[in-house]
Every structure is written in C-alpha cells, then in structure tokens.
C-alpha cells in the first residue's frame, strides 16, 4: 500500500495522545494531520479529503457519533476507525451501526492501531476499485429474486425489500454479503471466505470487517439480534444464511 499519499485525520482531544498518534504515523509515512474536535476535522476536509479518520467517539462540544454520521453522509466518504474507552460497548455499537468500519479501544498497541488503520484503508480503496470496474449493466426485463427470510433480495437491482415491499438500506458491502449467503443458502462460509471480497483481498489477521458487517446485518433483519435465526452463527466454522428462518 503506498502510503506517502495517504492524509489520515487523527481527532482526538488528549494533546498528548494525539501527539503520539501523529508521530508514529508519520515515521511509517502516512500524512498524518492532528485534529482537537470536530472543527478543527472540518477545516483539514476544507482544504483536501483524507483516506480514513482516526476518530475518539468522546470528544467535547460535537461528540464522535456526531462526526461520523456527517461523514457517513458524504458522496465519498473517507474509511472511520472509531477510538473507544474499554467499557463503551454501546457507543462502539452504535458507531458501528452508523458505519464505522472498525474500532479500536484504549489503551492501545501503536501497532494493532496501524494495523487496523491499514485494513481500513485497504477495504476503502478495495471497494472503490471494484466498484469503478463494473461496468454499466443494461436494463433487464424482470430481476431474480433471492429469498431471505421474510425478506426478497434482488441482485440486479442492488435492492432489499421487506415483506411490504419497503427497501432495505444496505451498504454495499453489506449486499456483497449478504448476496453471497443468500446464493448458497444454508452453506457455511468460514470468515476466511467472506473476507475475499472483494475478490481477491487477502486475510487479515486484524481484520474484524465481516464480524461488523454480519452483526449490522442482523440489527437490520433479524426479529431478534441477540438471538439470530436467519444469519446463524455455526461454532467453529462461520456463518450461514437460513432462509426459511
């Protein structure tokens, strides 16, 4: 991955933190640019966009929840790794629902840190490359459907819909998924597997990407998140899509 074109928003509020942060990317050759709070975030995005944010969910004034929505609401937005105090389980939950792409918490290894930033970054511009392959696919008269439970998954269409017929909001990287599981219902696909989309993309010892996108998906489909019975779960092994379920 070059990395000497790489601008990565470090936003978090302990000046000393933050200062180390900064440092140590740096020496590995990302451009690492300090940010106190939200405002100090939107002045560096005035001036260029960055890859992927380095983002402390408890900061003052503006909160990192706050911040990540905004970003999330961008054409492009940049890839969001959320920083977290250890007990916040909840915020890190709703940041992840929100579309953080991973979460580290403190205290950390400065080099899992990198590690994940790396991830981060690698998926972000995976995606962007994959998406800017496909070519435009001409209108097709009637589009296959795959059942998903009480949901109907249609992939030349890109779309979800629920019993009522409603969409479904899905990442694209949620659909790539959750496309995958519909086409070879009841089969167990190892994290391993999942983690080749996109194609290609090698396994990453630190890369937690399937396990976030699984537990959303559940959030969104499943009666009861806690409890799944339509993306299971297999000990040992992986996931699996129940369509009957």
């Given at each position: 991955?070059?990395?000497?074109?790489?601008?990565?928003?470090?936003?978090?509020?302990?000046?000393?933190?933050?200062?180390?942060?900064?440092?140590?990317?740096?020496?590995?050759?990302?451009?690492a640019?300090?940010?106190?709070?939200?405002?100090?975030?939107?002045?560096?995005?005035?001036?260029?966009?960055?890859?992927?944010?380095?983002?402390?969910?408890?900061?003052?004034?503006?909160?990192?929840?706050?911040?990540?929505?905004?970003?999330r609401?961008?054409?492009?937005?940049?890839?969001?790794?959320?920083?977290?105090?250890?007990g916040?389980?909840?915020d890190?939950?709703?940041?992840?629902?929100?579309?953080?792409?991973?979460y580290?918490?403190?205290?950390?290894?400065?080099?899992?840190?990198?590690?994940?930033?790396?991830s981060?970054?690698?998926?972000?511009?995976?995606?962007?490359e994959?998406?800017?392959?496909?070519?435009?696919?001409?209108?097709?008269?009637?589009?296959?459907?795959?059942?998903?439970?009480?949901?109907?998954?249609?992939?030349?269409?890109?779309?979800?819909?629920?019993?009522?017929?409603?969409?479904?909001?899905?990442?694209?990287?949620?659909?790539?998924?959750?496309?995958?599981?519909?086409?070879?219902?009841n089969?167990?696909?190892?994290?391993?597997?999942?983690?080749?989309?996109?194609?290609?993309?090698?396994?990453?010892?630190?890369?937690?990407?399937?396990?976030?996108?699984?537990?959303?998906?559940?959030?969104k489909?499943?009666?009861?998140?806690?409890?799944?019975?339509?993306?299971?779960?297999?000990?040992?092994?992986?996931?699996?899509?129940?369509?009957?379920?």
């Open positions: 991955m070059s990395q000497a074109s790489s601008r990565i928003a470090v936003v978090e509020d302990e000046a000393d933190l933050r200062d180390v942060v900064v440092e140590y990317l740096g020496a590995q050759g990302f451009a640019l300090p940010c106190g709070d939200g405002a100090a975030l939107d002045a560096v995005l005035a001036e260029a966009p960055v890859e992927a944010v380095l983002l402390d969910l408890n900061l003052p004034r503006e909160g990192g929840l706050s911040i990540a929505r905004r970003l609401a961008q054409d492009d937005p940049p890839g969001i790794l959320m920083v977290t105090a250890l916040d389980s909840m890190r939950i709703v940041g992840l629902e929100i579309g953080a792409d991973d580290i918490a403190k205290p950390f290894e400065l080099r899992e840190l990198l590690a994940r930033l790396r981060v970054i690698r998926r972000r511009r995976a995606q962007a994959a998406a800017a392959a496909v070519p435009a696919a001409p209108p097709r008269p009637a589009a296959q459907e795959l059942r998903v439970g009480r949901y109907r998954l249609r992939p030349a269409e890109r779309r979800l819909l629920d019993a009522a017929g409603a969409e479904v909001a899905l990442t694209p990287m949620e659909f790539d998924l959750l496309q995958m599981l519909a086409e070879h219902p089969e167990v696909f190892t994290r391993e597997r999942l983690m080749r989309l996109p194609p290609g993309e090698a396994a990453d010892p630190f890369d937690r990407s399937i396990d976030i996108r699984v537990t959303r998906l559940r959030r489909l499943e009666a009861d998140p806690a409890n799944p019975t339509l993306i299971r779960t297999v000990r040992g092994q992986g996931y699996l899509l129940a369509p009957d379920a």
